[in-house]
């Protein structure tokens, strides 16, 4: 049979070769058949540009599990993975269904993947830190490139990332993509930052940039119980679809601080502007927190502040997103998170801010007005005090008890802090 050489404009290039590998089956061509070959266009960098593809229809049902390891196959630095992949869908396309040897070859692959995938987000700062930040990484484009997505909900802060074959610049709002920098090595960081922003000119109106394909690291609860640290379950946070509420809220909103704080806050969940920023406590409730808790002589900076729930909860009227309080369903899914955060962190005092952050934590129903102002030992041994969430004071109607709930919740934070001489 005559050679088909089978181009694709760069590592990444999924959409090209799923369009291509759609038209060799629909003519049942052979593997031995095809060389694939990555020939960049010119238009690969440009800011814009269309691109025209082969629409051939397919017919094959690909199991939703094996579509995933195939992402992942796709994104590793396996040499003929392209050869590979499309072996797969000839075999399903004869069988009806994926060989065994592809499904353990293409695990142990997505496994490594994983592992590169997590070690590359923990790679980049919390939102806290607000200014541009240069993050440099030796991983292949098309893993880099497997992230375009996930990377942006991890931090929203603006950043630049930086290999020896690619450079991804993200300024909060939106990603560019660029060839790599002469050396990255040589030069430091605040030198590099502008050369990439200069490099970097492809934006997703860009067709070739459209469609790659992301691999997520789905995290079940055994892998949140084993996460060795709290950067490593950052990492792991950043697609938890543990329940619902990932496919409304626009990111999981994680806990930030120091990760030997020893001092924990522990509220209920992200609202709107925590979930647009990714940062917990930024919204009015967050900005009256870090008022009494400075007050209180604490400083945000020293301490480790999260939610129960990681996701935002809400009902859309119109052009607003209503808080709508965490059921039992999204408590218990989310579980696992706060306990991992407390694991991992050992904090000598939990503050738990509210009814939800409190039950959370206590594992049972829990009255804020009959518990609050006094420490108790938690299971662990370290010391517990529940107080009011910073929104409660918000929705006092009264100029006067919101005075003296208000003086209450900064006597409540100075209690916690006093607890740690």
Same mark, same amino acid.
């Given at each position: ?46 800011? #814009?540009? %269309? ?9 094959? %049902?690909?199991? @939703? ?9 796709? $994104? ?10 499309? =072996?797969?869908?000839?075999?399903? #396309? ?5 060989? @065994? ?26 939102? =806290?830190? %607000? ?21 942006? @909900? ?12 690619? *450079? ?16 990255? !090595? ?11 922003? #200069?490099?970097?000119?492809?934006? =997703? ?12 690291? $789905?995290? !079940? ?27 409304? $809220? ?8 120091? #990760?030997?704080?020893?001092? /924990? ?79 991992? /962190? ?40 529940? *107080? ?6 918000? =929705? ?17 934070? @100075? ?7």
């Amino acid at each position: 049979m005559q050679s088909i050489t089978a181009i694709l404009c760069s590592p990444s290039d999924f959409m090209g070769w799923r369009s291509l590998s759609r038209d060799f089956l629909n003519r049942q061509v052979a593997a031995s058949a095809i060389h694939w070959s990555i020939q960049e266009t010119d238009s690969l960098y440009a800011p #814009q540009s %269309k691109r025209i593809l082969q629409n051939a229809p397919s017919s094959l %049902k690909i199991p @939703r599990s094996f579509g995933r390891l195939m992402s992942s196959v796709f $994104a590793s630095s396996t040499p003929d993975r392209f050869d590979r992949l499309y =072996r797969a869908l000839a075999h399903i #396309q004869q069988t009806g269904e994926p060989s @065994r040897a592809d499904l353990q070859d293409f695990e142990q692959i997505a496994e490594n993947v994983r592992a590169q995938i997590l070690a590359l987000r923990s790679a980049f700062p919390e939102n =806290r830190v %607000k200014d541009w930040q240069v993050i440099k990484t030796d991983y292949d484009p098309q893993l880099i490139d497997s992230q375009i997505g996930p990377l942006g @909900r991890l931090r929203t802060a603006p950043w630049a990332l930086l290999s020896d074959s690619r *450079t991804l610049c993200w300024d909060g709002q939106d990603y560019r993509m660029g060839p790599a920098l002469p050396d990255i !090595t040589a030069s430091c960081d605040t030198d590099l930052l502008p050369q990439a922003l #200069q490099i970097a000119t492809a934006t =997703r109106a860009n067709a070739y940039w459209q469609g790659l394909g992301t691999v997520h690291v $789905a995290p !079940t609860s055994a892998d949140i119980e084993q996460s060795p640290s709290l950067t490593a379950l950052r990492a792991l946070a950043t697609d938890c679809s543990l329940c619902d509420l990932c496919h409304h $809220a626009t990111r999981t909103v994680f806990g930030e601080g120091p #990760q030997n704080a020893d001092l /924990l806050f522990v509220g209920e969940q992200p609202g709107d502007q925590e979930d647009l920023q990714g940062r917990p406590f930024v919204g009015p409730a967050g900005q009256l927190f870090d008022k009494a808790f400075e007050e209180a002589q604490g400083q945000r900076h020293e301490a480790w502040v999260s939610n129960a729930v990681k996701h935002f909860k809400f009902v859309q009227k119109g052009n607003r997103r209503i808080h709508q309080k965490p059921g039992s369903v999204e408590m218990n899914a989310c579980s696992p998170w706060i306990s991992a955060e407390r694991r991992l /962190l050992q904090p000598k005092v939990t503050v738990m801010l509210g009814v939800t952050g409190a039950s959370a934590l206590l594992g049972r129903p829990v009255t804020v007005s009959r518990e609050r102002s006094r420490l108790f030992k938690l299971e662990d041994g370290s010391l517990g005090l529940v *107080t009011v969430h910073p929104s409660y004071l918000l =929705r006092l109607p009264d100029e006067d008890a919101k005075t003296r709930e208000y003086i209450k919740f900064v006597a409540d934070l @100075r209690m916690a802090i006093s607890a740690l001489a």
